[in-house]
């Protein structure tokens, strides 16, 4: 499973980090870290949550 | 549940049906909605969209994925009309009639419209992609603007149209904008920001008449005062779509009233997103929200409530988040804000564009509002929901 993020979409809006805070970081300079590229299937649910809920739609989980 | 019908097909009836299949509902499942499009994305309307930037094809809410794999019966272009909550039918303005054992309400609200200005062209509403790609073609010409209602659509587009260049003018009811959702203090930065970017704003003061002969040529307001203007676009705010529950059983008040849970009055019924109305326990009141995240939560816990009934459920009880993006600030606020509310400015500044200020009433946390600063947002609204307690918040945050 790999995640990818479109920069040119993502706005910060930083729901991402709430749904699933061991992947997604938004850090002091106003931009989203991933922390881990390819998760472990463990996180999947906390995923698709990320993905569904990000405003601008930027997250994909491929894989 | 062998058959369940979602009515609305924007953001918050598409993530209902989403949740739904991913729930591992394998039944019948019917999507109605009113637009005869696929579910696209309503933010960008008064922004990307208008200020030309964004063609229709950024806006689909489903990213190419179409509904095909959701396997669903889509009615788009069709309205419902009515509810027989005994019969357990929705009909629908083609004459079908859909039985249903579950139903998710979802048929959001409509742009309210001023009786004023009929008949005359140049007067625009945002809501719906035809209002906005109208408007966007109607800025091309370098129409004088006047703005009706401060919110956040009105205040969106009044930054749109300056983005543009155009010259705007913008009419608020209110002492102040957006004060019934940030405060006195909040507000009066807002509107020093627009009035910085060249927005003629007008506050405390309403509109008696938009006069013209055949198209707009100015907006008159209640002192007197007439405004020249060749385009009015009106953002006064929204009536959730329930006519067509009249009479069905579903209690309506400004909206479908539902519980704890997004339940309504009739059984395997229940609601979400604009429409819905429910007491959030986070803030002991009832409300209804009219933001894009709050759409998406609501839909998926209306669904959890509809498949595991209410004991398998929790209550409903979210910090209601929104934005808006407004010139070169990111506004964002999760939370509540009311009348007498503490509030404290705990990093930045208005003038630096760029804070974090908190709202606090009876020893508790119940807002957070940042410009420009996201990474705060989410943590806060996090603890918010968690009962954070301002003593604790303000002192950690001046160490």
């Known amino acids: ?37 390819e998760p472990g299937e463990d996180l999947r649910g906390k995923l698709e949550t990320a993905v569904r809920e990000c405003p601008t739609g930027a997250i994909k989980v491929e894989g | ?19 739904l299949r991913r729930e591992g509902y394998e039944g019948a499942l019917t999507l ?33 994925a179409g509904l095909e794999e959701l396997e669903l019966d889509a009615r788009l272009g069709v309205l419902a009309t009515g509810l027989d909550g ?14 249903y054992d579950g139903l998710l309400i979802a048929t959001g609200a409509r ?13 625009h509403l945002v809501r719906t992609l035809e209002d906005a790609t109208a408007l966007r073609d109607a800025l091309v010409a370098g129409p004088r603007v006047c703005v009706i209602g401060a919110g956040f659509i009105g205040l969106e587009v ?23 959702k940030l405060g006195v203090p909040m507000a009066a930065a807002v509107a020093d920001l627009h009035r910085a970017e060249g927005v003629d704003l007008r506050c405390g003061v309403t509109v008696a008449a938009i006069e013209g002969d055949g198209r707009v040529e ?26 067509w529950l009249r009479g069905s059983g579903i209690e309506l008040d400004d909206g479908v009233l539902c519980d704890a849970r997004c339940a309504t009055a009739l059984p395997d019924v229940v609601a979400a997103g604009d429409v819905a109305r429910w007491p959030n326990a986070l803030f002991d009141e009832t ?14 816990a209306a669904v959890q409530r509809l498949l595991r009934g209410a004991e398998a459920t929790e209550p409903f009880a979210p910090a209601p988040y929104f934005w808006s993006d407004q010139y070169d600030v990111k506004i964002q606020f999760a939370g509540r804000a009311r009348e007498g509310d503490e509030l404290q400015v705990i990093e930045g500044s208005v003038e630096a564009r760029k804070l974090v200020a908190l709202y606090g009433r009876e020893g508790r946390v119940t807002g957070v509002l940042t410009w420009n600063r996201p990474p705060k947002l989410i943590a806060y609204r996090r603890q918010i929901a968690q009962g954070l307690s301002w003593a604790d918040a303000v002192s950690s945050a001046s160490s």
């Open chain 2, 111 to 123: 742009a309210r419209r001023l009786p004023l200005g009929e008949g005359l062209s140049g007067v």
């Open chain 2, 218 to 243: 100015r907006v008159r307001l209640s002192d007197g005062t007439a405004i020249d203007a060749d385009l009015v676009v009106m953002g006064v705010g929204v009536a959730p779509n329930v006519e």
């Open chain 2, 32 to 64: 109605v909605g009113e637009e005869p499009r696929a579910p696209y994305d309503r933010p960008p309307l008064s922004k990307q969209v208008l200020r030309g930037e964004w063609g229709e094809d950024r806006l689909d809410l489903r990213r190419g």
């Open chain 2, 287 to 300: 409300m209804r929200v009219e933001h894009w995240t709050h759409a998406v939560e609501q839909a998926n």
């Open chain 1, 1 to 37: 499973m790999k995640i990818v993020v479109d920069f040119d979409l993502c706005q910060s809006h930083g729901l991402c980090t709430q749904a699933a805070p061991e992947v997604f970081e938004i850090r002091d300079d106003g931009f989203l870290y991933i922390l881990k590229e």
């Open chain 2, 1 to 19: 549940m062998r058959r369940i019908v979602v009515v609305g097909a924007s953001l918050a009836g598409l993530r209902a049906v989403e949740a």
């Open chain 2, 86 to 99: 005994r019969a357990r039918e929705v009909q629908l303005a083609d004459g079908s009639r859909l039985p």
């Open chain 2, 158 to 180: 009044a930054a749109s149209c300056r983005a543009l260049g155009l010259s705007v003018t913008a009419i608020e009811g209110l002492p102040l904008p957006l004060v019934n």
